[in-house]
């Protein structure tokens, strides 16, 4: 059986876009991704928090152009911490997600 993190579209598309290393895609809905656990490197994942921790503290006090999109990533980003921390109550993802600071 193959463990997979759901994850919203909008942040994982973004980290793709600036070039975050990402675990691949398993499976895809309207508005998540269903990204593959098992074979992601612990590295992958640190980048990703570390990614997600910068845009829900920007969301919160950065002012833009477009404040729509800064909101959506913001929230985006912290459904991603959200759901690893639901994670890390599964052992067999313990090896590979890190805690959430």
């Not at 309207?30 to 490197?41: G, Q």
Request: glycine share 2%; net charge positive.
């Amino acid at each position: 059986m193959t463990l997979a993190l759901r994850v919203p579209k909008i942040f994982y598309d973004d980290c793709v876009a600036c070039g975050t290393p990402v675990p691949e895609i398993m499976k895809t809905t309207k508005r998540h991704y269903w990204l593959n656990t098992e074979h992601s490197e612990r590295e992958c994942w640190d980048d990703i928090k570390d990614r997600a921790e910068f845009y829900v503290s920007w969301a919160s006090w950065h002012t833009h152009s477009d404040p729509q999109t800064i909101r959506r990533l913001g929230r985006a980003a912290k459904a991603f911490l959200n759901a690893l921390d639901t994670a890390k109550g599964n052992s067999a993802l313990v090896k590979n997600i890190p805690n959430r600071s």
